[in-house]
């Protein structure tokens, strides 16, 4: 089992920025890779990024690639989401998640333990 602890939301004005960080305990944090997912009111979870697990290679989606950049400590057991130029379509419950097979994913029905989510809310 790996519990994640995600926390760093908030309140934002539009163009602003914020950093998520999702703490890890368990099993071995660097056997996995780590994703991010968000969740809008009445909208499906989506993907938002993910970082393998030496942290070497990053992958986005679209709608967050040259905005958001995750990273990771393996050190410290943590991954981190760095939000810039946030938008408020960016308002969501975001996620973190840990993937325990080879491959980079992109969905969340591949991702084998989740966090609780933080709430971040962009103001126009």
């Known amino acids: 089992q790996v519990q994640l602890v995600e926390s760093g939301g908030g309140l934002v004005q539009a163009g602003g920025s914020l950093r998520l960080s999702c703490a890890a305990s368990g099993r071995t944090f660097s056997n996995y890779h780590m994703g991010w997912f968000r969740q809008a009111p009445g909208k499906e979870r989506e993907f938002v990024g993910t970082?393998?697990?030496?942290?070497?290679?990053?992958y986005y989606a679209d709608s967050v690639k040259g905005r958001f950049t995750i990273s990771r400590d393996n050190a410290k057991n943590t991954v981190y989401l760095q939000m810039n130029s946030l938008k408020p379509e960016d308002t969501a419950v975001y996620y973190c998640?840990?993937?325990?097979?080879?491959?980079?994913?992109?969905?969340?029905?591949?991702?084998?333990?989740w966090g609780q989510g933080t709430q971040v809310t962009v103001s126009s």
């Open positions: 998640a840990a993937d325990q097979s080879v491959r980079l994913r992109t969905t969340s029905y591949d991702y084998d333990y």
């Open positions: 970082i393998t697990r030496s942290g070497a290679i990053t």
